[in-house]
Nanobody, 127 residues
Framework: QVQLVESGGGLVQAGDSLRLPCAAS????????MGWFLQPPGKEREFVGAISLRGSSTYYADFVKGRFTISRDNAKNTVYLQMNSLKPEDTAVYYCAANPTYSTSTYYTAQHEYDYWGQGTQVTVSS
């Protein structure tokens, strides 16, 4: 089992950058493909980006391409979401999620593919 804890959220201004770490417990983090999702106020949770087991493959939603970057440090059991050029519409609760898998280069974009979720961290972008 994997427990996930996101951090790094807060209130920033449009155009600012923010990095969200997601720390995982357990010794099997390296066996999990990871994903980030966001849930804006009053809306459904949606996909942001994903990274494969070893970090060799990443995939992003169109609305964050070129602005957000996902990386992982398996030695530290942590996945990161680097967010640049933030916009007010990026305001949301951000969640990381883990998918236990043996596929080294696969990433996953659907919520139902993820078994473990963090509690979320709030990001608010003011205009």
């Amino acid at each position: 089992q994997v427990q996930l804890v996101e951090s790094g959220g807060g209130l920033v201004q449009a155009g600012d950058s923010l990095r969200l770490p997601c720390a995982a417990s357990g010794r099997t983090f390296y066996r999990n493909a990871m994903g980030w999702f966001l849930q804006p106020p009053g809306k459904e949770r949606e996909f942001v980006g994903a990274i494969s087991l070893r970090g060799s493959s990443t995939y992003y939603a169109d609305f964050v391409k070129g602005r957000f970057t996902i990386s992982r440090d398996n030695a530290k059991n942590t996945v990161y979401l680097q967010m640049n050029s933030l916009k007010p519409e990026d305001t949301a609760v951000y969640y990381c999620a883990a998918n236990p898998t043996y596929s080294t280069s696969t990433y996953y974009t659907a919520q139902h593919e993820y078994d473990y979720w963090g509690q979320g961290t709030q990001v608010t972008v003011s205009s």
